[in-house]
């Protein structure tokens, strides 16, 4: 089916099924299906389809914008970066009376201060914000998660490693990704709790699933944010 509002059309597939409540479901080529219960009338559909279109729309844009990869970031006027899951604006700034370029998060944006106004050396200012916030929330996390393990991380390293987001030696020694730093709070508490049931179970065994889940019930959906969102996690 095809439903045209304020001004734009979209194609959806309507499915009616044993439930009591209506949901959208978005796939990630932007397919669009609906689960209705049975009975239920198409302009009531339409309606919710309607009351969702904001959200729609912004799903849609986010499916296409993942299809392309991620964008060289060129740091100009609008370029915006990624922190605790949310989008902030940058602004870059030329100080130079500084002795390091550095990175703070004032007022809902990520304002970039440097000696030289090149991209290279914005580039690696926020690289090391990132690197000191991941390993601020990664110690906060296990901390607040130990109490779940008898055995403590003989070490906690925060890398630049290209495929994994975080890894547990045989010798308890944790090292996550600095990446991690533009991931909300929870999955950040997911990929710790992930390393840390590492410590007892080398293996993804059942198992280690098992307490995995134990500690976080719900992280199969935390760990889907770092499915569908990692290709935007780039400086």
Not at 201 to 207: A, G, I, M, V
């Amino acid at each position: 089916m095809i439903h045209k509002y304020l001004g734009q059309a979209i194609r959806f597939e309507i499915k009616y099924k044993k439930r009591t409540s209506m949901s959208i479901a978005i796939d990630l080529y932007g397919n669009i299906e609906i689960q209705a219960p049975k009975g239920t009338s198409e302009e009531r559909v339409l309606q919710i389809v309607e009351e969702k279109w904001e959200w729609i729309q912004q799903k849609i844009k986010e499916m296409n914008d993942r299809s392309l990869g991620p964008k060289v970031k060129t740091y100009d006027q609008g370029e915006s970066g990624l922190y605790l899951g949310n989008d902030y604006p940058i602004q870059v700034s030329q100080d130079i009376t500084i002795k390091q370029d550095y990175v703070v998060l004032e007022k809902e944006k990520i304002h970039i201060i440097v000696q030289q106004l090149e991209d290279e050396k914005i580039k690696q200012a926020l690289k090391r914000f990132y690197y000191q916030q991941c390993k601020m929330f990664v110690e906060r996390s296990i901390r607040s998660h130990q109490r779940h393990f008898k055995i403590k991380p003989r070490s906690i390293r925060i890398t630049d490693n290209k495929t994994n987001w975080g890894t547990c030696d045989a010798k308890q020694q944790l090292t996550f990704n600095w990446k991690l730093a533009m991931a909300p709070l929870e999955v950040i508490d997911y990929v710790v709790v992930h390393e840390m049931c590492h410590m007892v179970h080398l293996n993804h065994d059942r198992s280690f699933w098992r307490l995995v889940g134990k500690i976080l019930p719900d992280y199969e959906q935390r760990e889907n944010w770092l499915a569908l969102s990692s290709w935007k996690m780039n400086v």
